[in-house]
Every structure is written in structure tokens, then in C-alpha cells.
């Protein structure tokens, strides 16, 4: 956990990826965003790297009448204003020389047919082999006209016998169970579960995948991870901006659609799954589903106990104003979508039995901060009498606090609390709460903390989409998301949505008022998230 670790001699990365295969990538969707700000520049920055094999092209579609001279202008232009691209001119032109692009509609045949010659033709130039791989790059609305037309266009079945094809299908996949179980239906009556990667780019994140190697990889924090010590497990992933132009797709989503289903899901998954028998894809994937399905499931009428949602009013976030969500471009004036969710869940198992997950994200709160913190058990006995930040009046920090006030009790407890916290972004790292003696004639208890930075041992931690899209390049699934994973967080979701709709339908009949809590945007949330943990005698820890 300190800063002074000895890193024994790492393999050359280089050497270790040589064995990448050659593949022509199709990115659907190609003129967009996603495409531009994070899909090109993650593969111009593994090129850099010498992560590709000298052999793959990039193919974008979409309807925009591009050239390919177009989209290679606008996939520059995007790279020039990435602050993570280091942009080097032989890099680009090398880069450049490798993106075509063919334009067409996502439900045309004829489209389909252009793209399926264009294809043969550029894997006999590039001599690339029949490695494809489709990625769905487009709003959700047109996955099912791409998958059918590249099933009636032949392009689903491996072009050869040592060849593949891979389709990569990005989030929001489905927006209930319902509409998730009929994407899954279709998808698969196309192409094989194997073929298929749903991809979560909270997966891809360094971080996260250490919190898996944090508790299998180190022996000594396993045998304390459950409900004989740990008292509570928080997850927190704040933005400090606001839906920033992306109100036509929010106001359909929300943040329990957008962030719950799928990243902080995944967060808790890897947080408490049971350690798989190996790191691969069914081994981790089956673990993940067992948890899924351990989570308490809610009846509608229970929601409102265990689940808030708000939506943020006008403020500053991190220094910016950010105006009202009912003031975003497309967003009604009446809308009840929810810019933030807290969620208390319980998981039903042996090892986190009566253990409360504490989850919420939102938009416009203070900072960006995605975290995972772990507190455990207070001491059974404290053998000191006072702890820095007490008053006088308290003199015992273990269980009969003597303190005047709740607040006074709760700042006692949480101060002889150690809390482990995984930060997936910004300032990487980990940090271990202890309470220590500060120097002194006599003991003076005070928290401090045992620090590890990414930065500091590693540097940088690399763009989440880098590493998934080599995953793919390279058939690893492990941190791609499968069906039944995917329809089990799905499951969970619409039962809170049921529970709302409930809350709604009652409101409507004038039996039971419902009115959507508001926070101004710049503060941690409204108070009724607050309280869900204070009714327990707990508190957010990330603040
Ligand atoms: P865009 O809105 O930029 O859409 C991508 C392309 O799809 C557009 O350039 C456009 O191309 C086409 N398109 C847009 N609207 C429609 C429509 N109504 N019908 C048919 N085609 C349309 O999306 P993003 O690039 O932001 O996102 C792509 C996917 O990735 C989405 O599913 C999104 O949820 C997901 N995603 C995006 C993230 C991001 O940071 N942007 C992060 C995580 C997930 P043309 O008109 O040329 O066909
Ligand atoms: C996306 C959501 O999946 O994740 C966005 O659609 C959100 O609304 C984004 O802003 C957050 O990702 P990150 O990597 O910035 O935490």
C-alpha cells in the first residue's frame, strides 16, 4: 500500500502483444462522437504503442455523404483537440492511410452491399485475412436494422475457416428488461453469444479491473472482506457536469438507465463477487451473475424506501454555472427525469448478509469523482480516550459513545472507522483510513491515511476504450458483459422503474402526492439521499 513498492521487471508489453491479428474494423456511426473523440483516437494511440499489427483498417459507415479524405479530416481534427493524443505528423499519416469509409443507410440493402464489396476489396489490398469486426457505434434505435442487414448481406459468418467475425455493441443496450431481452433475441438469432462484446467502457477503466487483482491477487484482505467486518460498502460516481447538450437522449435515459445499469452494477459485481476460479471470461462472468442475482430484488411499493432519485436545479459545479436541467436543450419543462439516483441495496448471501451497499451517481455535483469505499467494523474495544475532533464532553470512541449530540456520535464513529477507498478516477489510487497517535505527551487519536497513486507508482493509467478494443482484437470477452449479465442488471433496474411508475400512477389518481426532490447544481445531492444513510446512522463518505 505505500508509495515505496519495488516493481519487479515487467515483461516488455510490446513483445507480449505481438501476437495481435490482422482485422478490418467497420464502425457504424462513424461520423459521430463517440467514434471521433474516443474510438479513432484509442486506436491511433495503440498503433503509437505498437499494439496493432501492421496490417488492420479502419471502414466507417454512416449516412453523412463523406469521402474518405472526409472522414480522415475530421478524425484529424478530433485527434488535434484531444489532450490525450500526442500528435505526431509520420504517426498520423501512417494512421490516416488506413481509414475508408463508406456512406449508407443503417436499414439499406443496397448500402449493405456497397459496404460488403468494399470490404473484399480492401482485405485482398491490406491483405488482411477474413478477421472483421462491426462495431455499433450509433444511437440504439438502429442496431437492429445494422445486425439484420449485416446477417442478409452474408457478413456475419467468418470469411475462412482461421478467421472471425466480431460484433461490439455499445451502451444503452435496452432500456428495460423487456426491451433488453428482445435486442438479446435479436442479436443473437444473427450472430453467436462468442461473436457478440457489450461493451461498458467502465470495464476498460485500469482501476477498475484492479479492484479485482486489489482482492485476489493480495492475501491479506480477502479473509476480512464480508459482513464480519466490513459495516458498509459505498459507491459513488459524481460528474460535476451537467447533461451538456445531450438532453434529447437523457431525457430518455435518466441516471438510473445511464449509469446505475450499467457502471455502478458492474462496480458492485466486482466489488463482491466471490473469487472466480479463473481470470477468463466464463470464470469472472459466471461470479458476476451469481451476484447479480444476489441483490435484493424490490417490490414497487418498496422503492421509494431504498431508492432516491432528483434532478439538479441551477448552480456551479466546479467553479462552472450550470444552468437548470428543465433548462437544457431538449428537455420538456415538465420533465421528471432523474439527473441523480441513490440506491441502498442489500445482497443476499452468506458473505454480505445485513451489509448495505450505499450507491448514487448524479450530474452537477461538486467534483468528478468515481470511488469505492469500504468501511469497516469499529475496534470491539478502544484502549485511548480521545480521538482529535472531539469535544471534550467525549471521552470513548468504541460502542458507548458519550456525546452530545447525533451528529458529535456519528463523527465518533466514522473517525474510528478504517475505510478503505479504490478511486477509479480522477487521482487513481487507493487509500487505507487508519487512526494513528499523534505525537504528543498524551494519546491523541487522529485519522490518517495510507496512500497509493497510480500516478505516482505508474503514470497515466491508458483510455478505457484502448484496452477493450485490443480485447476484442484479441478474443477476450472477460471484460465485456454477457447476456444473462446484462438481462440480470436489467431485471433489478426495472423493478425500480415499476416502483416509480407506481409512485407516479398514484400521484396521478390524487391518492399519494409524489414531488421530485431538486438539488442546485453544485451540491452533493438533495437531503433525502442524505437520509437514507443518516436513518441508519451513516453517512456519505465521499465528499
Ligand atoms: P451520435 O449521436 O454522435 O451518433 C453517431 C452517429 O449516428 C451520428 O454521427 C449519425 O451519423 C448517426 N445518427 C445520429 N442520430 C441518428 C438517428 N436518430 N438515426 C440514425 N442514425 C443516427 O452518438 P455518439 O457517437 O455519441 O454515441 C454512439 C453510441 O455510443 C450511442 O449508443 C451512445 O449511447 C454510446 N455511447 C456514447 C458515448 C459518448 O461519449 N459519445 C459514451 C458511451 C456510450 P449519420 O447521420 O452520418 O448516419
Ligand atoms: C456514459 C454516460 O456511459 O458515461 C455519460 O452515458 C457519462 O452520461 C459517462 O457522462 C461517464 O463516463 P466517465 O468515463 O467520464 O466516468
Not at 431485471?491 to 407516479?504: A, P, S
Request: some cysteine.
Amino acid at each position: 500500500m505505500s508509495e515505496g513498492i519495488i516493481l519487479e521487471e515487467a515483461p516488455d508489453i510490446h513483445e507480449q502483444f505481438q501476437v495481435t491479428p490482422p482485422a478490418l474494423m467497420v464502425i457504424f456511426g462513424a461520423s459521430g462522437d463517440l467514434a471521433n473523440r474516443k474510438l479513432l483516437p484509442a486506436i491511433y494511440r495503440l498503433t503509437q504503442q505498437r499494439l496493432m499489427p501492421p496490417n488492420y483498417i479502419i471502414l466507417g459507415y454512416a449516412r453523412s455523404p463523406l469521402s474518405d479524405d472526409d472522414m480522415r479530416q475530421r478524425a484529424r481534427t478530433s485527434m488535434l483537440a484531444n489532450p490525450e493524443v500526442e500528435f505526431q505528423n509520420a504517426d498520423w499519416e501512417a494512421f490516416a492511410s488506413r481509414l475508408f469509409y463508406v456512406s449508407g443507410d443503417y436499414d439499406d440493402a443496397e448500402g449493405f452491399q456497397r459496404l460488403s464489396e468494399r470490404i473484399t476489396t480492401l482485405e485482398e489490398q491490406w491483405n488482411i485475412g477474413g478477421n472483421r469486426l462491426f462495431y455499433l457505434s450509433t444511437p440504439p434505435s438502429v442496431y437492429e436494422p445494422i445486425v439484420t442487414c449485416l446477417g442478409v448481406a452474408g457478413l456475419v459468418e467468418p470469411a475462412g475457416r482461421q478467421s472471425w467475425t466480431r460484433i461490439v455493441i455499445e451502451k444503452p443496450f435496452g432500456s428495460d428488461l423487456h426491451s433488453a431481452h428482445k435486442l438479446n433475441d435479436h442479436v443473437l438469432s444473427v450472430f453467436d453469444e462468442e461473436q457478440v462484446y457489450r461493451i461498458d467502457h467502465y470495464l476498460g477503466k485500469e482501476t477498475v479491473q484492479n479492484v479485482l487483482v486489489f482482492r485476489f491477487a493480495n492475501g491479506i484482505f480477502e479473509p476480512i472482506w464480508n459482513r464480519n467486518y466490513v459495516d458498509n460498502v459505498q459507491i459513488t460516481v459524481a460528474e460535476s457536469i451537467g447533461v451538456e447538450g445531450r438532453g434529447g437522449y437523457y431525457e430518455k435515459s435518466g441516471a438510473l438507465r445511464d449509469m446505475m445499469q450499467n457502471h455502478l452494477l458492474q462496480l458492485v459485481s466486482l466489488t463482491a463477487m466471490e473469487p472466480p476460479i479463473a481470470f477468463d471470461a466464463k470464470a469472472v462472468r459466471d461470479q458476476k451473475v451469481n451476484l447479480l442475482q444476489a441483490i435484493r430484488p424490490l417490490l414497487p411499493e418498496e422503492v421509494p424506501e431504498y431508492v432516491v432519485r432528483a434532478q439538479y436545479s441551477a448552480g456551479t459545479a466546479a467553479t462552472r454555472p450550470v444552468p437548470a436541467y428543465l433548462d437544457e436543450n431538449g428537455v420538456a419543462s415538465d420533465s421528471t427525469t432523474e439527473t441523480y439516483v441513490a440506491w441502498r441495496l442489500e445482497i443476499d448471501n452468506w458473505r454480505w448478509q445485513g451489509v448495505p451497499f450505499y450507491l448514487r451517481t448524479g450530474k452537477a455535483l461538486p467534483r468528478k469523482a468515481s470511488e469505492i469505499s469500504v468501511t469497516f467494523r469499529r475496534a470491539p474495544h478502544l484502549l485511548f480516550d480521545s480521538t482529535e475532533g472531539f469535544e471534550s464532553s467525549v471521552s470513548q470512541i468504541d460502542g458507548g459513545v458519550r456525546s452530545t449530540t447525533q451528529g458529535l456520535r456519528m463523527n465518533g464513529d466514522s473517525l474510528s472507522r478504517n475505510v478503505l477507498t479504490m478511486r477509479i478516477q480522477p487521482d487513481e489510487g487507493i487509500t487505507l483510513k487508519t487512526l494513528a497517535k499523534r505525537p504528543g505527551p498524551s494519546v491523541n487519536l487522529t485519522p490518517v491515511n495510507l496512500e497509493f497513486t497510480y500516478g505516482h507508482s505508474f503514470g497515466e493509467p491508458p483510455d478505457a476504450y484502448q484496452r477493450l478494443l485490443l480485447d476484442v482484437v484479441l478474443g477476450d470477452s472477460t471484460l465485456f458483459t454477457r447476456r444473462d449479465e446484462v438481462e440480470l442488471a436489467w431485471q433489478r433496474i426495472t423493478q425500480v422503474l415499476d416502483g416509480w411508475r407506481m409512485q407516479e400512477e398514484l400521484t396521478a389518481n390524487g391518492r399519494k402526492p409524489f414531488r421530485l426532490p431538486h438539488y442546485p447544481a453544485g451540491t452533493w445531492g438533495p437531503s433525502e439521499a442524505d437520509f437514507l444513510l443518516e436513518k441508519e446512522g451513516q453517512h456519505w463518505v465521499t465528499e
